[in-house]
């Protein structure tokens, strides 16, 4: 039995483990031991985790319960699940992309040289967009920790009920008066955690992390600036190339099921390798080349897949987008300040990224 590879290569910290290779071509079900000790079954191939992500016969619910969106099933997870819906479509999230590229470009044009990508742009713009949308007060860190930020929460909730404005809990707040049964202030607070604690890291990993790689070769950028290529089209492939949700996506069966050759049994825990699955060659040809303009890149699964797929990911669309497009249109001369052996990956956190981008132009 193996142990669930987490390293990325050390000559491109793009690629997911070299092991997960083989694992897709030999042993795509493959029973392994966790970081924690615990055993599961690693599910690799881009087929096998669409299958397991969207059957019912799987839960988010591990053994360790948190009542939040993410981990919850059935009724209870469509009633908590109604109330973002309206608050994330496309439609709301493309009403966004003025506000989020004014903030990108106030961002990008405070740099000065030379900057840290993480600190000086990724993570206040980041911020500052999910705390605009969820409501925040103006400055707020989104980064806090959770014990400092749910009562902030809590009384942003209370505040909206006697003055809602147009923000998200404003929002939730509209939806919950036609509910039967509507949620709890508690819950109302868990939901608008969810949406910053799912969407604040991964949108910093995902806007440094793609700055590195488009870096990396002058001529994708110059092809993003020069507008060769749609800066939609190319973070879709960006998306997929850095698949920044590495550790996998855990779920348990609820009744015995079989993956391919394998039967998984009631109660135990399958990880479905996202980062894995992005890389699969029967569904994207030269997986681990980055081609801006790919025909199947939206069939990524960056944002997971059936009913437990991100909400948020028309807003973390656009934030990356636009982040990207300000950024090196306003900088297009941007390179490394360091060299690249001495950046610092976020190799065994749940998010992969980099802990420091120095750069100068």
């Known amino acids: 039995m193996n142990t669930i590879p987490l390293r990325r290569p050390a000559h491109c910290p793009f690629d997911p483990p070299a092991e997960f290779a083989r694992l897709r071509r030999d042993e795509p079900v493959s029973l392994v031991v966790t970081p924690a000790g615990t055993q599961a079954w690693l599910v690799t191939r881009h087929e ?59 961002r990008s044009a405070a740099l000065e040289s030379p900057a840290d990508l993480v600190a000086d742009y990724a993570r206040p713009l980041t911020g500052r967009v999910l705390g605009e949308l969820i409501g925040l007060p103006e400055g707020f860190p989104v980064g806090l920790e959770a014990a400092l930020l749910r009562p902030m929460l809590t009384d942003v909730v209370d505040q909206r009920r006697r003055e809602p404005t147009t923000d998200l809990i404003s929002g939730l707040l509209r939806q919950a008066a036609v509910m039967a049964q509507p949620p709890s202030t508690a819950e109302m607070v868990t939901l608008a955690m969810t949406v910053l604690n799912a969407g604040y890291e991964t949108s910093v990993g995902m806007l440094t992390l793609s700055a590195l790689v488009l870096m990396d070769d002058p001529q994708r950028v110059e092809s993003l600036t020069e507008g060769e290529v749609a800066v939609s089209v190319a ?54 080349e980055l081609r801006l303009v790919r025909p199947t890149s939206r069939a990524h699964l960056a944002f997971g897949y059936g009913p437990h797929q991100c909400l948020g990911s028309q807003l973390a669309r656009v934030l990356v987008q636009e982040g990207l497009a300000t950024l090196f249109g306003l900088r297009p001369q941007l390179r490394l300040a360091k060299p690249r052996a001495e950046l610092v990956f976020t190799d065994r956190s749940p998010v992969h990224g980099v802990r420091s981008l120095p750069v100068m132009w």
Do not use: M
Request: charged share 35%; net charge neutral.
């Open 48 to 106: 096998d985790a669409r299958a397991v992500l969207a059957d019912p016969r799987f839960t988010a619910r591990g053994p360790l319960e948190t009542r939040g969106v993410i981990d919850v099933d059935g009724p209870e997870h469509r009633r908590l699940r109604q109330l973002l819906i309206p608050e994330l479509t496309i439609r709301r999230a493309e009403g966004w992309r003025l506000r989020v590229r004014k903030a990108a470009e106030e």
């Open 235 to 288: 973070v879709e492939e960006l998306l997929r190339y850095l698949s920044v949700v590495q550790q996998g996506l855990p779920r348990y069966a609820t009744e015995d099921v079989r993956i391919g050759e394998h039967l998984v049994r009631r109660g135990e825990c399958v990880i479905v390798s996202i980062s894995s699955a992005n890389r699969d060659p029967s569904v994207f040809h030269h997986p681990d």
